[in-house]
């Protein structure tokens, strides 16, 4: 079974640039989750989808969005970026909605703001 | 004071030591706990789920969780070199996590 894939795998931006990025879930699981994960703040959960509806938000400002298809690929948007963007972006996918026992990360996208 | 504390390392062990790794919280609805393995450039990935109090082994991997005193520790025994990298730990109030919490991570090294 494939695994979680998102792409793409780096990406460098320069500040007030928008960014989206995909993640493709292990077939079969309607869940995906994103997370932030910096040196400083450690990994931040973002939000979840769940068969298209965004079911759980965490603490981030409105500039970051996203969106899930209905073969459940989905995808995270940031507008104007800023520095502080510069991040490791995970998804995780899951059968369940947000399933903390059978959730799989995938490899992450490297975010670097300029 | 953070949600989840967690020693950030790095910490170095010889191959075939017994490595302890903890974290303390401060919120006591927190109900699961988890530990994650992260490899350089890799997603984490699940090592061990535990639920409320107790123990559990799953191969040279024990999880404890002492809710009494807010403390969670992970046991790696004959540690190996590939059980190099980042271990988190992570706890949420429900089964769905709407409110995961991830401690920074230990960076641990095994040196052959």
């Known amino acids: 079974k494939a695994g979680v894939t998102q792409t793409p795998r780096y990406l460098i931006k320069t500040r007030g640039q928008q960014v989206t990025l995909s993640c493709s879930p292990i077939?079969?699981?309607?869940?995906v989750s994103w997370y932030q994960q910096t040196p400083g703040q450690g990994l931040q959960f973002l939000f979840e989808?769940?068969?298209?509806?965004?079911?759980n938000k965490g603490n981030f400002p409105g500039r970051f969005s996203g969106r899930q298809f209905s073969n459940s690929r989905s995808e995270m948007n940031v507008s104007t970026l800023e520095l502080g963007d510069s991040a490791l972006y995970l998804c995780?996918?899951?059968?369940?909605?947000?399933?903390?026992?059978?959730?799989?990360f995938g490899p992450g996208t490297r975010l670097t703001v300029l | 004071q953070k949600e989840v504390e967690q020693d950030p390392g790095p910490l170095s062990v010889p191959e075939g030591a017994i490595v302890s790794l903890n974290c303390t919280y401060s919120?006591?609805?927190?109900?699961?706990f988890m530990w994650y393995r992260q490899y350089s450039r890799k997603g984490p990935e699940l090592l061990m789920y535990t639920y409320s109090s107790g123990n559990k082994e799953d191969g040279r991997f024990t999880a404890q969780v002492d809710k009494s005193s807010k403390y969670i520790s992970l046991f790696i025994r004959d540690s190996q070199p590939s059980d190099s990298a980042t271990y988190l730990c992570a706890m949420a109030k429900d089964n769905y996590g709407q409110n995961f919490v991830f401690g920074p991570g230990t960076r641990l090294s095994v040196l052959p």
């Open positions: 077939s079969g699981h309607r869940s």
């Open positions: 919120n006591s609805a927190f109900q699961y």
């Open positions: 995780a996918s899951s059968h369940r909605s947000l399933s903390t026992d059978t959730q799989y």
């Open positions: 989808y769940f068969s298209e509806t965004q079911r």
